[in-house]
Structures are given as C-alpha cells and as structure tokens.
C-alpha cells in the first residue's frame, strides 16, 4: 500500500521579498490591482463564501487581537483563511509590525494545508491595491492631490498603489506621531515617486485633497479624526483604519453626505465606518457597485467613501498570486507537516517503518555489521 | 535600527513520528493521559477562552468540512487553532486519512505565529488519551472488557489510550467495513498487547462490554448504530464519532439512562450525542466533573457517556508536549514566514537593503569584478 505525501509549500518572508525583488514593485502593484479589480467584477456570493471574522480580543498582556478570516471558493476547491494579529503598541514595544499575519490555503476535496505565506506585507500590499482599485472608479478621474492621514506601514502601499492609478503631483500627510511623520518622506523614498511631499495638518488636508485615506490606529471611542470640515465636492476617502466596534475614523456629517461604499457590509456594519450608519445611508458594496458601475455614475460626480475593513476575497487574490510567482521561480519549501500513514487507518504505521527499513535495508550484513562495531 | 526576525517552529510529520519512536509510543501516551489528567482538573473558563468551532461544510467535490477550533489561553497568552479536515471518503478515494489536521499556536504578546504541527496524528492520540482519561474516572475499576464499533485510524488510539489505564483481557471489535475489520488485528499487532482480539456483531459488543468506543463515519441521520439492547448495569461508552449536527451513534433510550458528561457541552449539544437530549438529561461537563469527584459517585456505579465532540484544550496539550520534545531534541525547522521590515513602518524596506547588501560588500572591487566577468 503506498501513500500520496501531503506537502505544504512554505513561504518565508525572504521568498516574498525575492519574488517582490525579481518582478519589481511597480509591476506586482500593477498585476495586483488587476487582479483584484477582476476578482470583484466577477465576485459571486454564491459561489465564494465569506463569513464575517471573528477572534479573541484582550487588553494584556498588550493591548491586541486575534482574528481569522475565512473564505471557502468552492469552484476552486480551496478555504483561505488569513490569520491576523493587530497590535497597535507592536512598532514602539517590539519593533514589529502593527499587523503580523500569515494566510493558509486549505484544498476542500481532502482537507489538505496546501500552502502557508506571510501575511504581514501581502495584507499591506493587498489594501493598497484594494483602495487603488476603488479610487480609481470612484474618484475624480483627474484627481491629483492625495492625503494621508496616518503614516505607518499601511500609507506607504496606499500611496504607491494609488500612484499606479492617477498622476499624482502633492501628497498632503499628517500623523500624530512625531517620528513617524519625520521618518515618512526617506519611508517612501524608494517609490521614486515625482510627487511632493507636504507635512500639514488634518484641516488642510481634508481641505485640499482629491483622494484621502486614513489608515490611523485611532483608539476606540475617540473618533472622528475631524469634525465638519470645507472640502472638494468630489472628495473620495478610503477608511482603512476602522475595524474593530467603536473604532471609527470619519465624521457621521461627512458619511450623511457622500456615497458610501464598503468592501464588506455584514463586517462593516459591525466594525468600519458603516458602524455609525443606517442602512439608508449605506451604498451598495464595491463589488456590486463595480458589477453595475452605470447605475451608480453620479458616484464620480460627488463625495465618495470606500469603508474598507478587508475582504478575504483581497487575500485570495494576494496570496495567489504570490504562490503562482512561487511556483515559476522554485521558491519556498514544501514541507510533509501533515501526518499520513501508509494505511490511512493505521496511525502507528510509522512504527513499522523502521523496522521495514532494517529488513529491506541493501548494506552487505557483514558491512552493517562493521557499521555496527 | 534593527528588527527581531520572527521565526516560526515548523515540525514535519517526521519530526513527530521520530519523537514517537525516540519516547516510545507506550511512554507518550501515558504522559498525554497524566498531562491531560491535570489540564482538566486546573481548566479555568475565566482564564482559557474556547468558543464553540465553525467552519464550511459541503457535499463538492467530496462529502467534507473544513473546521476552525480556537483557544485563548490568557495566562499563558496564547491563541492555540486547530484547523481539521473531516472527508470520510479519505481513505478510499485518496489513501488519506478522514481527518486531516494542522494545529497552530500564536503569541497574543505580538500576533506571531510561534508554531505549527501536524493535527492528523496528534488529534489521533489526543482523541485516545482524552477517552482513557474519561474512562478511568467513569468505569468501573475492574473493567476488562473493552467494545470496539468502528475500526477506522481513531480506534487504534482508543484501545491503546484506554490499555494504558485499563487491565484490558478482551477486546470485541466491529465494523461494517470488510477490508477496515479484516486489517484490525494487523493494524493493533504493535501494539504488543495481551488482549484476546474477537470480531463479533455489535448486539454482543454492547451485551458483553465493561467500556465501548464508537467511532463511526455514520451518516448524518442513520443513527443510532444500535437500539435498546441489554448492556452491564455499569457499561462506560465513549462516544467519539458525532461531530455534526444530525450525526449520532447511542440510542436516545442508553443515553437517557445513563451519567452523560460532554466534553464541551455547547458544542455536544450542536454535533454531539447531546444533541438528542435536553439540559436535564445532561451530567456536568467533563472538567466540572473531574474537578468536584466526590460529587458525582454515583457515575461508576451507573452506565455512563463520555460525549467526546473534542476540546481545543486537549489540542494545546497535545501540542504543548510535541513542540517541547522538539526543543529538546532539537527537532523541526524554524521559518521566517511573518514579514518583518528593519523598520516596522516600512513594508518595502527589503528593496533598499539589497543596496545596502552591495554597498557594504567585503569582497574587494577587483575580485568583484572577476567574479562578474
């Protein structure tokens, strides 16, 4: 009886970073934000299914969560499930990212782990080219000036993820904390972008912006960022900060106002911007929007709001592509983690092994023998 | 600045089998009953959070599911999840076995993913040691005779687990599988029991038994796997296969007779032999018994139910024991899966350090410049 061995391929960080080295940033942001754009023009509820996450939150040993978001695709035959930490005093206590995350790919025909990636830089990655995506059918098509407000890891793939998609001349950026707003132009420095960079403050910001996304680790309960503020009649933001109940990052006059639109409604009624909404209030979601862009073309022509919380569909994608790349340039390792017997119902067959090792061993006995000695 | 790589403790299948065969298999056991022993009689519910599992069930492209079973463990903060595959056609279609499993154990200090093992085997012997646990505080001391209905992976654990606790003479075994009851007696030989091995039907299983284990694939709605049958006033059954909701294997009239006691009572009353039964019929859970012996006397003098549907506490021990073992004989791979930038900020800072690679070369130019040529 023989038995298939159950492989898991295993990509570390430094496979992630070489396939990002090779491919270039540019042209994985560019294929990312194609990819995904795809992936909700044909988002089918039906057949992909996402239930809302759920995990442990917990004020000790430091304030933090733990969350999984799963995803079953059952025309693909796979579960995903992104594994997410969020743990807004890792940068300051540990030097560690705020998000720390790995995404598994499980195989729906056996159960089978088929693969385990970082998911640390792939959900940065993945909810920059989200935004960009949503900016790009939602905002001013001749929009020109993005603000941030929030400077840690997730502004970074912000910008250069709406950069891919609009010629982009100022960024406006703003974050509370002084180091991270000192650090932030050498922080983008490598994007090589031909933008201007100026440190202002929210006001300005919110006044002068085409674009904004907030990305801030606001606590809970203190929100908005801002109260009424003038702004563009066209402005479009990306709320990516709010997840988590009581988190909210935008002003309730502002949502009133504009088209509203999440990336996950059952989440983002619990845990994003629409938490402060009535179902009145809310737009359709992004895929349903971008499924049936005409019906909703005076989106473009006023405020706009992409309610990001994170849909595992965006995970799919990211970590897809990441293993096709894997795959093309043999990286990462695959590793039997999954314990299979050669009688799948005999769990202690490998106690046999090794005696079927000795017996059907080849070595002369008389060279054994000297091994032995 | 300098960042603290996050590396994660991988053990392959052979890790474990080579701690298996290195311990002995005889000498793990008993050490997972003691361990386990102790984690039910100190389980605090305010300290280690265990809600009840979900995950997707589905008929395409196989009959399966594919499950999360999370713990919290506050004081020794960490987040243990089981992910477990249940496909019974496994074995026939793929030779694999009907669980496939991985069990993860994540750092709340951080979110960091600390280790990863393998489920299959170590849900197997967890399965086993937490029925030898139940079994030795809920039968009859002199209990000899042990019923076997389902001869799959599982039961090879459970005559194992429960000969460690148990004086066994007799074991009668059944299973409406041929080839899985033919391959039975071969399937225990390692074990290197004195045990008188008797495949008989289940009608004598259930009259002559002083402990039973069922664990079938039965179908959802085809239980129970007998009816009223006349039993030994102080029979103990372990009820291991009802895991979904509408599957059972015991008679309502057994189970109302008897002392049952659930391992986790708000998933047994979903997926478990509890499912037929209401609160009042419903001894206290496993650790609540356990814990408060005196109590409950009357349970070994009575027949008795060990409603065993799996605690994710019995998965943070099991794992706790193989992750240790790998630290001392220095088993298992350490990856850095977790994107972790120098700074934490700066997810793209990977791009510049291959500059910095080059610019603090050590190789001298001129032999550089050999090597290029």
Not at 24 to 42: Q, R, S, V
Not at 147 to 162: D, E, F, N, V
Not at 188 to 213: H, Q, R
Not at 245 to 267: H, I, M, R, Y
Request: include cysteine; aromatic fraction near 8%; hydrophobic fraction near 40%.
């Amino acid at each position: 009886m023989s038995a298939k061995k159950l492989k898991t391929l295993v990509l570390s960080a430094s496979d992630i970073e070489e396939i990002v080295r090779s491919v270039g940033i540019d042209e994985i942001m560019d294929e990312l934000i194609e990819k995904m754009t795809i992936a909700f023009k044909t988002y089918n509820k039906d057949k992909t299914k996402i239930p809302v996450r759920s995990g442990f939150n917990y004020e000790q040993p430091q304030k933090g969560l733990i969350e999984w978001m799963p995803l079953f695709d059952k025309e693909k035959n796979q579960v995903i499930v992104k594994m997410v930490g969020y743990h807004p005093d890792n940068p300051n206590d540990f030097q560690l990212p705020t998000i720390v995350s790995t995404i598994s790919c499980y195989d729906t025909k056996t159960g089978h782990l088929k693969g385990l990636t970082d998911g640390v830089f792939l959900t940065a990655l993945r909810t920059g080219a989200a935004s960009a995506m949503a900016t790009k059918v939602m905002s001013h098509p001749e929009s020109s000036t993005l603000g941030l407000i929030g400077c840690g890891a997730q502004s970074i793939t912000q910008l250069h993820a709406i950069s891919r998609v609009f010629k982009l001349k100022k960024v406006l950026y703003y974050d509370n904390d002084i180091e991270t707003r000192e650090s932030f132009s050498s922080r983008v420095a490598m994007l090589n972008l031909d933008i201007e960079l100026v440190f202002t403050n929210i006001k300005e910001i919110v006044k002068d912006s085409d674009i904004i996304t907030t990305a801030t680790s606001i606590n809970i309960g203190e929100g908005p960022l801002f109260d009424q503020i003038e702004s563009k009649s066209w402005l479009h933001i990306n709320a990516v900060g709010s997840d988590f109940p009581g988190k909210t990052e935008l002003p309730l006059s502002f949502l009133k106002n504009s088209f509203v639109c999440p990336d996950f409604l059952a989440q983002a009624v619990v845990e994003g911007e629409c938490q402060q909404l009535d179902a009145s209030d809310i737009g359709p979601e992004f895929f349903e929007y971008i499924q049936n862009k005409e019906k909703y073309s005076e989106a473009v022509r006023q405020s706009s709001v992409f309610d990001s919380t994170g849909l595992p569909l965006e995970d799919q994608v990211v970590m897809e592509m990441f293993l096709a790349y894997a795959e093309k340039m043999k990286l990462g390792q695959e590793i039997g983690i999954e314990q299979v017997p050669m009688d799948a119902k005999s769990p202690y067959d490998f106690m046999y092994m090794q005696d079927a090792i000795v017996i059907k061993q080849t070595v002369p006995l008389e060279d054994l023998n000297k091994k032995v000695l």
